[in-house]
């Protein structure tokens, strides 16, 4: 195993083999700056170049991401929140449209954004416990935006995406096992272990037979970034200067900084 880190050590890179880790490291809760959001979209395009043949998306224990950095980003301006969308955006699509697998090792509470990395990844798996994961978006003033909703819909269905979207629930890892918004749920200490046996599971089989395969199975999802999302990324940054919204949002700061 060998050890690498980017972007400041917010990111920390183990590999195993031909299974890279990349575990978030920004403490105290992954929250995703700018920066963060470039550097694991660069590390998710740069895997397949340096061979690796399997990715685990990984955070620390107890905390997978606490979502958006509310607090950071609420001193963007518009243009600086605009570029952040726009990288949020081309960060999904590295994931959904990754030629390697990627599974998401969910190490804790994944809130909002922190779920919504784990959308567009092969394989979902949380650590058992007392943690939350979910869209909670609806509850910070933002509509959930619409490619994240259809990556929700293409999990769970149409009627358990409408329950959790529109009250942007924030449910435990057995209830989300049971909706299919996550495959499964594994002891603390053993979640990246389970996530890097799921990988070499796919890579034990016949490799072009098994690639092939899933590019079609995922399609659909590489599909939602094939459109021009500027329009959507527009209205997704143009929402967050809404009134609600931005009174929501320093809401929540001001609780995050108790």
């Known amino acids: 195993m060998s050890l690498h880190s980017t972007a400041g050590r917010m990111l920390l890179s183990f590999d195993h083999g031909p299974i890279r880790e990349v575990r978030l490291n920004r403490p105290p809760v992954n929250a995703l700056s700018h920066e963060l959001i470039f550097a694991l979209r660069l590390a998710v395009e740069n895997a397949p170049k340096d061979g690796i043949r399997a990715l685990v998306l990984s955070g620390s224990p107890g905390r997978f991401s606490g979502g958006l950095d509310v607090p950071l980003l609420l001193g963007y301006d518009h243009a600086k929140m605009a570029v952040l969308w726009r990288e949020f955006y081309a960060l999904l699509k590295a994931i959904a449209c990754s030629p390697i697998p990627i599974a998401a090792a969910i190490t804790g509470h994944a809130p909002a954004g922190g779920t919504v990395l784990a959308l567009f990844c092969d394989r979902r798996l949380v650590a058992e416990g007392d ?109 967050w200067w809404a009134p609600e919204t931005q009174n929501a949002l320093r809401a929540l700061s001001a609780k995050l900084g108790k």
Do not use: N
């Not at 978006?137 to 979207?165: H, K, S, Y």
């Open 131 to 239: 943690f939350k994961i979910g869209l909670s978006e609806v509850q910070v003033g933002l509509p959930l935006p619409p490619v994240i909703l259809a990556g929700l819909r293409r999990l769970v269905g149409p009627r358990q995406a409408e329950r959790l979207a529109v009250a942007g629930l924030l449910i435990s890892p057995r209830e989300a096992m049971a909706v299919g918004l996550i495959e499964e749920t594994v002891a603390a200490d053993e979640v990246i272990h389970r996530a890097l046996q799921w990988c070499q599971s796919l890579l034990a089989l016949p490799g072009e037979a098994m690639s092939i395969t899933r590019r079609q199975a995922r399609a659909d999802l590489a599909a939602y970034f094939e459109q021009d999302l500027e329009p959507e990324v527009q209205m997704v940054t143009a929402r």
